[in-house]
């Protein structure tokens, strides 16, 4: 368990969420909610002592005090009490967006529900409209939200268990030198998603379940096999229903390679093994192949890096460029840039760009797509902007129709460059608006809108199953991380990981452009706009 800002936030957000349910007292309620807010935007405050933690605008002497009992015993005793005079299923209920701690605290108290199961049942039979505080469009949501939740239970992000996965292989193979084991299932797959981790091996099933354990919550399977079989079954076990069915070969192979010539198929790496007939079309991209970081945020927005500090993170990764996009002026609760903050950063940008040349820092925004398709500014404003990623933040429950109308007038808005995170999915979280996938693709072709690979692992955004349509339709990617911070660069990896299981090359995907090849898109896009 690491005790950084993030963990100490989340107890703290727990804590105070706990508190209203409870009906306790709101002034405290409060401070611990405004100092998981806090924490959230400072820099790590391990090693700090406690005089340094209380100077902390918004942290003080109580709270200070609170950090340090959680560093130093890694949970905070005021929190464990209230947890332990609260049902378990009224802790899963604050996970169910659309449930806050007011609307909890009247399903337990008044309703006399302690747990999801309960609480849907209760959504079916309609009981929530007889409270206060529940209509019937309420009661919809937090019913669909309950569907989602038990549908995906014991599912997990590929970026959450990806090194608790790496780890227990190489445990698994020093505790068993002369057996074979290999990573199968979902995880070779590179499947956004992982039921559960597999691995294929000559070893005993038991001992190894035995050697390894995940306190994580992960489930484990070791499929055994004979050695000479241990190919094939690491084959079947790393495909798709549909593509296993395509290509079902028996016999004793030395590798995959082999079993592929045995069946006169061309050899598909275990990522593109999805679709029938499925076949790698040039080199697939490689997170070497990212040259620029396109989509990110700094303090002028909800960032936790200044705008020098996220190219200086940039310089030292090795990327020739940035994209900075921070929010626009309707995401107020992101502090959107207003008009006259625009000219402020496009200045710094301008200065940095004169200090830290040849690296280049791009004017963006990421604009809000509003209610009716408009973008969030007027057109002379979007012309300061070298590209504008237009994305939804607001007003997510709609239908396709809605959401179409909306996407489609966003797309052929002349100054749209690149449209962000089609559908606003945030996995095993929110599924995102219904869309009409290939007719979103084929209005950014014919407009000049580059779609964007949103990396972040719990968005993945466009789905990579549309990609290959999009890809024959002659549309661009983008692989842009969304970084709201340093570290959050880095998640470009596992956008380049979806990327290759759709066949994507560094040819078509935009921040894989060089910086020189950049420049001279940017213009050639605009002259094609018209603008």
Known sequence: MTIDNDYIAEQFSLLSKLMDIHGENSFKSRSYSSAAFTLEKLPPLEGLPLEKITAIKGI?????????????????????????????????????????????????????????????????????????????????????????????????????????????????????????????????????????????????????????????????????????????????????????????????????????????????????????????????????????????????????????????????????YLVISDHSKSAFYANGLKEDRIKEQQAQIEELNRKLAPFTIFKSIECDILSDGKLDYTDDVLATFDLVIASVHSNLKMSQEKAMSRLLRAIENPYTTILGHMTGRLLLSRPGYPVDHKAIIDACVQNNVVIELNAHPRRLDMDWRYIGYALEQGAMISIDPDAHSVGGIDVIRYGVLAAQKAGVTAEQNLSSFGLEEFKEWLLETREAKGI
């Open 60 to 320: 003080g002497d109580a709270i200070g005090k609170k950090i340090l009992e959680i560093q130093q015993t890694g949970e905070l005793r005021v929190l464990k009490e209230i947890v332990a005079k609260t049902p378990t299923g009224i802790i899963e209920m604050l996970q169910i967006k659309g449930l806050g701690p007011k609307k909890i605290a009247t399903i337990w108290k008044d309703m006399e529900v302690e747990s999801i199961g309960e609480l849907l049942y209760a959504c079916q039979e309609n009981r929530l409209l007889l409270f206060k505080g529940f209509g019937e469009k309420t009661q919809q949501n937090v019913r669909e939200a309950i569907e989602f939740r038990l549908k995906h239970t014991g599912s997990h992000l590929y970026a959450e268990v990806e090194a608790l996965a790496l780890a227990l292989d190489a445990q698994l193979k020093q505790a068993f030198p002369t057996e074979r084991f290999e990573l199968t299932g979902d995880f070779r797959r590179q499947l956004e998603v992982v039921s559960k981790l597999q691995w294929v091996t000559t070893a005993d099933a038991a001992a190894a379940k035995a050697s390894v354990s995940a306190d994580e919550g992960v489930a484990i399977e070791f499929i055994h096999t004979a050695p000479e079989d241990f190919v094939r079954v690491l084959f079947e076990t790393s495909c798709s229903g549909e593509f296993l069915e395509d290509l079902k070969v028996e016999g004793k192979f030395a590798s995959e390679e082999e079993l592929f010539a045995a069946a006169g198929k061309p050899y598909v790496s275990p990522v593109g093994r999805e679709q029938k007939g499925w076949v790698e079309k040039g080199k697939v991209i490689v997170p070497g192949d990212i040259r620029a970081v396109i989509h990110s945020h700094s303090t002028w927005s909800d960032g936790s890096n200044t705008l020098e500090e996220m190219a200086a993170a940039c310089i030292e990764k090795g990327y020739e």
